[in-house]
């Protein structure tokens, strides 16, 4: 893997999270792949999800909430809970539970960290991306909602592996008013770009998800190695500008509170000017509002 800090063993950090990081459901990746066409049958998520009975109970809770449901009768298969929630919902119901258990952390209440807020960050960047690929229709939505629901993951691998000290970078990046990624790289503490990275390989998650994780703080395309092909690039340049727009508008925490200006090369890629970045900002908002309670009905659906 490029660019590893000399003074981090992640060879030794990979072996410790092969027994800390908790597995992740492979509907996860065979749906992101499916993302990547447009045209996939409904068919196929049909059997997708009755492969795996546990994310199909939780679809049908969602799809049996007042809110979708409505006076209509209960729903109790998959092709109805599809045409109660629409194909896109699905999507995010399935994908949103896939990770969320992800994000829990043992012992979290001792900690000067809520890896809840985490959660949230990631959630608001997710909404964030999809807002920003659906307007600029740049790349398709759902791979930017499932691309931003995981880029920060590494940041779970830390706290998994060694709370303490990402809780003294936390409080770093606060006095600093710094990135957390800048804190990691001064302090020489794992980069959660390259960690992420490795949870990827060790989740055997594809190329598109590791690509972003690994460069969504590298606006620079020609020092992002490892990402190939335009398509590629303009997913993590969605997922960066989702990512700024979560921490802008203060969507959750995610360690720290420097929101700084939108870097003008992904402005410039974007085909942003200022006033578009503030009608981004305002759809952004309008998202939020629109997925806030479809996102709790989520979360109390993946217990």
Not at 236 to 254: E, P, R, T
Not at 261 to 289: G, I, N, W, Y
Request: proline residues 3%.
């Amino acid at each position: 893997m490029d660019g590893l800090s000399a003074s981090v063993d992640y060879l030794f950090l990979k072996d410790q999270l092969k027994d800390n990081l908790p597995t992740l459901p492979a509907i996860f990746d065979d749906l992101s792949l499916m993302l990547k066409d447009p045209n996939s049958p409904t068919h196929s998520i049909q059997e997708m999800m009755r492969s795996d009975q546990t994310l199909s109970m939780k679809v049908l809770r969602v799809a049996n909430s007042v809110q979708y449901r409505g006076e209509r009768q209960r729903v109790t298969d998959v092709c109805d809970a599809i045409s109660t929630l629409g194909f896109d919902k699905i999507h995010m119901v399935i994908l949103t539970s896939s990770v969320f258990k992800a994000f829990k952390v043992d012992n979290a209440k001792k900690l000067n960290y809520d890896p809840a807020e985490l959660w949230k960050h990631s959630l608001g960047v997710a909404v964030a991306s999809s807002t920003i690929a659906e307007l600029t229709n740049i790349v398709p939505h759902q791979r930017a909602y499932s691309c931003g629901l995981v880029h920060d993951i590494g940041k779970v691998a830390r706290l998994q592996l060694h709370p303490e000290d990402f809780c003294r970078d936390v409080g770093d990046a606060l006095y600093d008013e710094v990135s957390m990624i800048e804190i990691e790289r001064k302090k020489n503490s794992p980069a959660h770009d390259l960690l992420g990275c490795i949870v990827c390989q060790e989740w055997g998650l594809n190329r598109d998800v590791e690509s972003v994780i690994r460069w969504h703080h590298e606006d620079d395309i020609s020092k992002r190695d490892s990402a190939y092909g335009d398509e590629m690039n303009s997913l993590i340049d969605v997922v960066m500008a989702g990512n700024w727009l979560a921490h802008s508008m203060n969507y959750g925490f995610s360690g720290h509170r420097a929101a700084k200006h939108l870097s003008p090369k992904l402005k410039e890629r974007l085909a942003l000017d200022d006033d578009q970045v503030d009608f981004f900002k305002e759809e952004t908002r309008e998202s939020f509002k629109e997925f806030k309670n479809f996102l709790k009905l989520v979360e109390r659906s993946v217990v």
